[in-house]
Structures are given as structure tokens and as C-alpha cells.
């Protein structure tokens, strides 16, 4: 038996870190969009026990790998003691802001539920990757979220207005903990008013969701890649642009898809990874 889902990477509409705990996690705000580039996973039973995992683009060891420890952590809360084979089919950039490895966790978490018939509900799924990392739980639940804590505080919101979303990458990258460390020595000035874009959200006004775009991990890195990505972008007239994430991916967001497809075609010509996606609700089945 097996089972396929397709896991969507998300974007940061709204980003802003607000404190650090004793154990050194970051608090963070932020309001997460899942967007339509998905990675393909596939779940199948095998004989014995134990976890295989072949993944695309994967340097690490599997043991290491998001998706192999939401496995053991499904395996752990349920009790089951069996053998799976999980295949990954790599489409969101990696090192992006993207969430690619946490879209894999909870793609597995989904497809593991399914296989085996546990009917975990979404919380308990949510429960599950949370310990295996920040953002899993967002791309369990999917669509559009005010997330807060370190990614485990969840509140629903109205999802974001339809509309056409370019992203971009630069060659230029930075590390998770390069951006958090240039985040704690910045001095931040401007930083996304949450309330002010969850009201816009409440009133389906993509333009004021798009007004109250800003990320402070954009603020405080100053990337170079970043900016000439979005001088490019800004020819265009987005609705906004700016970075997701901690880095590296840029969006910018349009109302309408021709100038979306315009604006993609020209950074296609400097940039190998430059798409356009839409708004999503999460995880497809197949």
C-alpha cells in the first residue's frame, strides 16, 4: 500500500521576531501564507520494520532529514511498529524561507495518518511536528495563520484574496542562524503592524494586507541578491514585495496574472528559480 500527498511551501506575509526565550528560541509574529508549489510525497509500506527515505537534492544523512524525524515521531506517539519506504520529489527551493523541509514533515505526518488509518486528528498532527520543528505545524494546518510563540500558536484567519505571487531567488543565501544572530544585533525601526494586516485579511482588501508587508529579517540582513530582486520586481508595480522567511526567496504580489507572468519572465532571465504560484489551503491528497 502506499499513499501520495503534495505538501505546499508557504511565504511570510508579515515577519517580526519579539523576544527571546531562556532556552534561546526566538518568539516570533507572523502571519504565513501556503502558497501552490508543492513537494510530492509518497508513503509506502514495506516489509520488516524501520524508515527508508529517498529524497531529492538530500546532502544529509536521512536520519537527520525533517521528513525521517516526523516519521520517528509518528511512530513513537502511535505505538505502531512498522516498515515504510518515503520518497520526496523536491519543487520548493531549498534555503529559501520557504519552508520546504517542514512542508515535507507534515506531508509525511498526513500520509502516514492516511496508510495506516490512526485518525489523528489535525491538532494531534500539529503536536506531533511541532516537535520536530518551529513550522511544521503551520504547514499541517495550511491556508492563511497568525502564527505566534515559536510556530506553535496557530489562529486561522481568513485566507488571503486570490492573486498571483512571483517568486525569485538569489544566488546570494544566508543561514537560519546567521539571519537570527543580524536580527538580535539590528537596530529595527520598522516593523509589520499584524493587527493592521489581520484586519485587511478580516475584510477580503488585498491591497491593505499588502500595505502592511514588511519583514524584519529583510531589515536587519540587507541582502544584496535580495534588493536587486526586488528593484527588478518594483518595475512592475506589485502590490508589494519584499523577502520571506529568513531568507533567501522574494515575492512580490500582483492582482492580475499578466503582469505577474511579465515580471517572472524577466527575472527568469538572470534567475535559474523565478515562478509564479497562487494562494492555497495545504496539503493535497492524491
Known sequence: MQVTVHAPAKINLTLDIVGVRED????????????????TITVKTRWGKGITLVADECDCPAEKNTAYKAAEAFFRYTGLKKGVKITIEKHIPQQAGMGGGSADAA???????????????IAQLCDIGLAVGADVPFCVLGGTAFVTGIGERLQILPPLPDCYI??????EGISTKEAYAAVDNAVITHRPDNAAAIAALQAGDLSAVCRQAVNVFEVATELEGVA???????????????????????FAIFADRDSAV??????????????????????VEE
Open 262 to 283: 511579465e515580471c517572472q519572465l524577466d527575472l527568469q532571465e538572470e534567475y535559474p528559480t523565478a515562478f509564479v504560484c497562487r494562494p492555497c489551503n495545504g496539503i
Open 166 to 171: 512571483v517568486v525569485a531567488q538569489p544566488d
Open 24 to 39: 534561546g528560541y526566538h518568539l516570533l509574529e507572523s502571519i504565513f501564507q501556503a502558497v501552490s508549489v508543492y513537494d
Open 107 to 121: 506531508g509525511v505526518l498526513w500520509a502516514l495518518n492516511l496508510l495506516f488509518g490512526t485518525r489523528l486528528t
Open 228 to 250: 536587486a530582486i526586488r528593484r527588478k520586481m518594483e518595475t512592475f508595480s506589485p502590490l508589494c514585495s519584499q523577502m520571506t522567511g529568513s531568507g533567501s526567496c522574494v
